[in-house]
């Protein structure tokens, strides 16, 4: 709240008055009883009494004993005094930390903002990342080529299951090569990534609900690859799968399991929930006879 009263007051002090909002109605209405703004003639509009500055400007003293200081050292940064939202930066620009290579999000935020999960309004000298780590499995010699030469991620799997690259490990790659796959299944449950009995040519990819960044990279670094998506058989998984289609360029294709009218009889799905989005013909599969196995 406190920073919200700030950017208020120097609003105040600076344009001589202020509008009308949700979030701060609570203060307008304890400036009022202070007689320090009376209501203009213009809608949702208060204004500053001119008596009432040196009240206002003593609060600010007392709120941040700096604020001038403050204010301009915003201003310098590029950012407005008058969002609350950017005091939280007066931290950051006070070090202005710089760090070279990368910086996590959150690790960036925290030493410019209010805290880690504020997000900073500097920017930073490093690359910023998410630090999302890649999990997959490939049974062809996909290579991945790196500053210190090239990973073979058809033998990684085979020696530890499965196959991991981290944002930054994939931000300093330098693409992929080798044996590429035909075919990448991304799939959204922990199970079909360990557990799917892949054909020859194959690469399936770990792509959790919409955290599906960086399995995105992956697939349009092997353009040529067909691709299909094994998610939730739902309105929500065919969202997902449509944005995934789009960010890749590839024709929507929805992996529909051989058992999948097996398990809709013996459970009595329900097609209704689905209506929505049976003009995408991959997931009338589900509901209807025609299916679509794995190659």
Same mark, same amino acid.
């Given at each position: 709240?406190?920073?919200?009263?700030?950017?208020?007051?120097?609003?105040?002090?600076?344009?001589?008055?202020?509008?009308?909002?949700?979030?701060?109605?609570?203060?307008?209405?304890?400036?009022?009883?202070?007689?320090?703004?009376?209501?203009?003639?213009?809608?949702?509009?208060?204004?500053?009494?001119?008596?009432?500055?040196?009240?206002? /400007?003593?609060? &600010?003293?007392?709120?941040?004993?700096?604020?001038? !200081?403050? $204010?301009? #050292? *915003?201003?310098?940064?590029?950012?407005?005094?008058?969002?609350?939202?950017?005091?939280?930066?007066?931290?950051?620009?006070?070090?202005?930390?710089?760090?070279?290579?990368?910086?996590?999000?959150?690790?960036?935020?925290?030493?410019?903002?209010?805290?880690?999960?504020?997000?900073?309004?500097?920017?930073?000298?490093?690359?910023?990342?998410?630090?999302?780590?890649?999990?997959?499995?490939?049974?062809?010699?996909?290579?991945?080529?790196?500053?210190?030469?090239?990973?073979?991620?058809?033998?990684?799997?085979?020696?530890?299951?499965?196959?991991?690259?981290?944002?930054?490990?994939?931000?300093?790659?330098?693409?992929?090569?080798?044996?590429?796959?035909?075919?990448?299944?991304?799939?959204?449950?922990?199970?079909?990534?360990?557990?799917?009995?892949?054909?020859?040519? /194959?690469?399936? &990819?770990?792509?959790?609900?919409?955290?599906?960044? !960086?399995? $995105?990279? #992956? *697939?349009?670094?092997?353009?040529?690859?067909?691709?299909?998506?094994?998610?939730?058989?739902?309105?929500?998984?065919?969202?997902?799968?449509?944005?995934?289609?789009?960010?890749?360029?590839?024709?929507?294709?929805?992996?529909?399991?051989?058992?999948?009218?097996?398990?809709?009889?013996?459970?009595?799905?329900?097609?209704?929930?689905?209506?929505?989005?049976?003009?995408?013909?991959?997931?009338?599969?589900?509901?209807?006879?025609?299916?679509?196995?794995?190659?």
């Amino acid at each position: 709240m406190s920073d919200l009263e700030v950017s208020l007051l120097v609003r105040l002090v600076e344009t001589g008055q202020c509008k009308d909002a949700k979030r701060s109605a609570a203060l307008l209405h304890r400036f009022r009883q202070a007689k320090w703004i009376e209501l203009s003639t213009r809608a949702n509009t208060w204004l500053l009494r001119p008596e009432a500055i040196d009240a206002i /400007t003593k609060r &600010l003293d007392q709120l941040r004993p700096d604020w001038r !200081a403050d $204010i301009l #050292l *915003l201003r310098q940064g590029g950012l407005d005094p008058l969002d609350p939202n950017s005091l939280a930066a007066v931290v950051g620009l006070r070090s202005t930390p710089r760090v070279a290579g990368f910086v996590h999000r959150k690790t960036w935020n925290a030493a410019t903002a209010a805290g880690s999960k504020v997000p900073s309004r500097l920017q930073a000298s490093a690359t910023v990342t998410d630090d999302w780590s890649l999990r997959g499995r490939v049974n062809c010699a996909t290579l991945l080529a790196t500053q210190n030469g090239e990973v073979n991620l058809g033998e990684m799997t085979a020696a530890l299951t499965e196959f991991s690259i981290p944002d930054r490990g994939w931000r300093l790659a330098d693409g992929i090569r080798g044996e590429l796959p035909n075919l990448i299944l991304t799939v959204e449950n922990i199970g079909a990534l360990v557990d799917l009995h892949l054909p020859p040519s /194959t690469m399936v &990819l770990y792509s959790q609900g919409t955290a599906y960044k !960086a399995a $995105i990279e #992956l *697939l349009n670094a092997i353009p040529n690859a067909q691709w299909m998506h094994f998610g939730d058989l739902d309105p929500a998984g065919v969202t997902i799968a449509k944005r995934m289609a789009r960010l890749t360029h590839r024709p929507l294709r929805i992996y529909v399991p051989s058992f999948a009218m097996e398990c809709r009889d013996e459970y009595n799905v329900d097609p209704t929930p689905y209506e929505p989005a049976r003009d995408h013909q991959s997931l009338v599969e589900f509901l209807f006879p025609e299916l679509m196995p794995l190659p």
